[in-house]
C-alpha cells in the first residue's frame, strides 16, 4: 500500500506542486482582498463601511466587462503556443492587453458619463477606483500568462510578496484617510 501511494506521489509530482504553487497564489490575491475587507470592517465606521462595499460591488460589476474571460483564453492560448508556434507567444500579451485597454476605455468614458447621474453623491469614490477598471483586469491577464507557461511558482511567489507589503500599506491609509485610504489601497494593491 506504502509503494501503491509513493507511486501515485511520483507520477503527479508535478500536479500536486503546481497545485500547491497555485492555490498559494489564489491566498496570495484573493485573501488579500479578503483581508483589506476585514481591516475595513475593523477600522470604518458602519456608514463608510456600508458605502466601501457599495462602491466595490459596483467597481467589481464594471471589471467583470473589462475582463470578459480573457485571462481565461489567454492562459488557453499561452499553453497552446508554448508548445506549438513561439512567434505567436509574443503576439498574446499584446493584443489581449490592447482589447483590455479598450474594453476599459469605453467603460471608464460611460462611467464618468452616466455615473454621476446614477450613483449621485458617491460618484467621487468611483473615480477614485477607476484605476481598478484597467489594473484588475492586467493582473488577470499576466495571471493568465504565467498560468499557461505553467510559472505556478513564481506567480505564488510574486502575489505573496506583494500581498505582505501591501497589508502594511492599507492599514496606514486606512488608520489616516478612513474611507478614502480603502479605496485608494484597492487601486495601489492592484497596481502593485
Do not use: T
Given at each position: 500500500m506504502k509503494n501503491f501511494i509513493l507511486s501515485k506521489y511520483l507520477l503527479n509530482k508535478e500536479t500536486l506542486n503546481n497545485f500547491f504553487w497555485r492555490s498559494l497564489q489564489i491566498f496570495g490575491k484573493q485573501g488579500i482582498t479578503f483581508f483589506i475587507f476585514i481591516i475595513c470592517a475593523f477600522l470604518l465606521p458602519p456608514f463608510e463601511f456600508g458605502v466601501y462595499n457599495y462602491i466595490l460591488a459596483i467597481i467589481y460589476f464594471l471589471i467583470m466587462f473589462g475582463d470578459f474571460g480573457i485571462s481565461t483564453s489567454v492562459s488557453k492560448y499561452v499553453a497552446e503556443y508554448s508548445l506549438t508556434d513561439k512567434n505567436k507567444l509574443k503576439n498574446v500579451l499584446f493584443s489581449s492587453g490592447i482589447l483590455i485597454f479598450g474594453l476599459t476605455i469605453i467603460i471608464t468614458v460611460l462611467t464618468v458619463l452616466f455615473g454621476e447621474f446614477y450613483l449621485k453623491e458617491n460618484y467621487i469614490y468611483i473615480l477614485y477606483l477607476l484605476p481598478m477598471l484597467f489594473l484588475s483586469p492586467m493582473t488577470s491577464l499576466y495571471d493568465g500568462i504565467y498560468r499557461g507557461l505553467k510559472k505556478f511558482k513564481e506567480l505564488a511567489i510574486i502575489s505573496t510578496i506583494v500581498?505582505?507589503?501591501?497589508?502594511?500599506?492599507?492599514?496606514?491609509?486606512?488608520?489616516?484617510?478612513?474611507?478614502?485610504?480603502?479605496?485608494?489601497?484597492?487601486?495601489?494593491?492592484?497596481?502593485?
Open positions: 500581498g505582505i507589503i501591501s497589508i502594511f500599506m492599507i492599514y496606514f491609509l486606512i488608520i489616516n484617510f478612513g474611507l478614502l485610504g480603502a479605496l485608494i489601497a484597492q487601486s495601489l494593491f492592484y497596481l502593485m
